[in-house]
């Protein structure tokens, strides 16, 4: 597995060529087979909207990322490819170095001024922070912490169809953490404004970065309490209790929801967890 290690600016010695990810507004240049241009913007012909951002090292070759406004074409032979879509066919691996990437562009084009005085901000050396000359302020690459949570009931699961998806999708229930509130309370809360249930025992899995456009996913998975499924109409279109072999359309392996969805199927057929 290859290895990556952060940074905000090459190590002293890093020579040899550097990889380049070129985001345009959350899609990613690639080849016509999909695979990541590496090439650098001035190999290419291009001109970025900002000063490139240094990722870091990966397996010891220096990882940069350029960003380029909406109307930017690359040459004939390559192609924008949005970050979504190739998360169905690159490695965890890369995909997660590319969502850095798209995340971190985002970040340094939307802080070029200073939120309290409005003086333009400068690129620190020493951590990754825009400040601003004039006040102090620094301005950190934005996070949003979001719950995601399979509610169990036996040998069913929840799974919902949400307004935004693309196509038709079912997926675990998820929603923004709001301040003031633990991850557990929003568990609660999500679950119970969106489908109208409540439910106990929430259980931390696992997390995922999620670039969409700068959120962190909290995996849980918790267990119905009481109440029947009254999906809001807004957000949530459709909720319904499935059972393990006979799932729906569901989110491709890349996604944290669908660990969820996969542990729970893997723990009804190693007969874990009760009827309900």
Known sequence: MPTFVPDVGPPPGAGGPSRWYLVR????LTTSEGTLAANSPEELGLVPDAPPVFLGMLDGQPCWAAGFDRGVEGPAEL????LRALGAVWPAEEWTLAGRAVQLVEWAR????????GTATERALDERSMRCPACGMSGYPRLAPAIIVLVR?????????GR?????MFSALAGFVEPGETLEEAVHREVLEEVGVRVRQPRYVASQPWPFP???MIGFSAEWESGELKPDGEEILEAHWWRADDLPPVPPPLSIARRLIDDWVADVRDGVGGRA
């Open 25 to 28: 507004q959350g899609e990613l």
């Open 79 to 82: 192609r924008w490819q949005e």
């Open 110 to 117: 939307t802080h070029r001024f200073c939120g309290r005085c």
């Open 153 to 161: 009931r036996g040998e069913r699961a929840l799974l919902a169809q």
């Open 164 to 168: 935004r998806f693309r196509g038709r």
């Open 214 to 216: 700068h959120s962190v």
